[in-house]
């Protein structure tokens, strides 16, 4: 930036002041008008006379109305050169701001889209969340389905103390028919017992024939009312026992 601003500090002299010519055949102004004024002096002091003086004021005026004029150009340029840089400035300095606001709405747009990005994977998660939701069943229905359930698993409690009082009964009816069974069983070998040993059972009698002549082995050993009762009873519970047993329990 130094350099730049020295190599147009001598540009701009070497414009003014022309030291170098622009082609070979021209003549520096200053150079020229220093070569005009030795002339105009020369006029003056030399036998020329009067004209020759006039004359050469006359070209020394010009050659100075030139420079003037020159000057004045140069110095009209140098305004609009000052003035087209301080707008240049004003641009540069606007561009910059636009750039400068441009960087902040790019920071400010990156933040919002994060922020937006954050937000709608919340968005997702609420609406997971709602459609978990949504497939649970409405609170009357469940707590319908609860009090059904209540009212069934009471219903079962009531028919298991039914069935267990039942099973007790029939647990009671078997153990009846068992014993009942057992006497039986008990009665019938002491019979069969004593019907090999060949004695006659207690409750039986010998009735002879009628006819004398008929021979003693044709007695014919019959019971007595109440131990034939007793036998047929006890003969029947065996075989109502055997009968309930070998048929399957029926519950309810």
């Given amino acids: 930036m130094a350099a730049s601003a020295e190599e147009e500090a001598i540009i701009r002299k070497r414009?003014?002041?022309?030291?170098?010519a622009n082609s070979a055949a021209a003549v520096p102004p200053f150079k020229k008008l220093a070569k005009r004024y030795m002339l105009f002096c020369a006029a003056?002091?030399?036998s020329g006379g009067a004209e020759d003086a006039e004359k050469q004021y006359r070209e020394l005026l010009s050659d100075l109305y030139a420079i003037q004029e020159h000057m004045e150009r140069m110095q009209?340029?140098?305004?609009?050169?000052?003035r087209e840089q301080a707008v240049y400035s004003d641009k540069q300095?606007?561009?910059?701001?636009?750039?400068e606001q441009a960087e902040r709405d790019i920071e400010e747009r990156k933040r919002q889209l994060a922020d937006a990005r954050v937000e709608l994977a919340q968005q997702q998660e609420y609406e997971a969340v709602k459609?978990?939701?949504?497939?649970?069943?409405?609170?009357?229905?469940?707590q319908a389905e609860q009090a059904a359930a209540q009212r069934e698993i009471v219903?079962?409690?009531?028919q298991s103390a039914a069935l267990d009082a039942l099973f007790e009964t029939r647990k009671a009816q078997f153990a009846g028919v068992l014993a009942s069974l057992e006497l039986l069983q008990a009665r019938s070998g002491q019979a069969c017992a004593e019907w090999g040993a060949g004695c006659?059972?207690?409750?039986?009698?010998?009735?002879r024939s009628i006819d004398r002549e008929e021979p003693e082995e044709s007695i014919v050993a019959l019971?007595?009312?109440?131990?034939?009762?007793a036998a047929a009873g006890d003969a029947a519970a065996a075989a109502g026992g055997a009968a309930a047993a070998r048929q399957p329990m029926q519950v309810g």
Wanted: aromatic content about 6%.
């Fill in 44 to 46: 003056l002091e030399g």
């Fill in 155 to 158: 219903d079962l409690q009531q």
């Fill in 76 to 82: 009209a340029a140098g305004d609009a050169y000052a």
């Fill in 223 to 229: 019971p007595e009312g109440g131990a034939a009762a």
């Fill in 200 to 207: 006659v059972p207690a409750g039986f009698e010998q009735r």
């Fill in 131 to 142: 459609r978990q939701i949504m497939q649970v069943p409405a609170r009357a229905a469940t």
């Fill in 93 to 99: 300095a606007q561009l910059q701001e636009s750039i």
């Fill in 15 to 20: 414009f003014l002041t022309q030291t170098t």
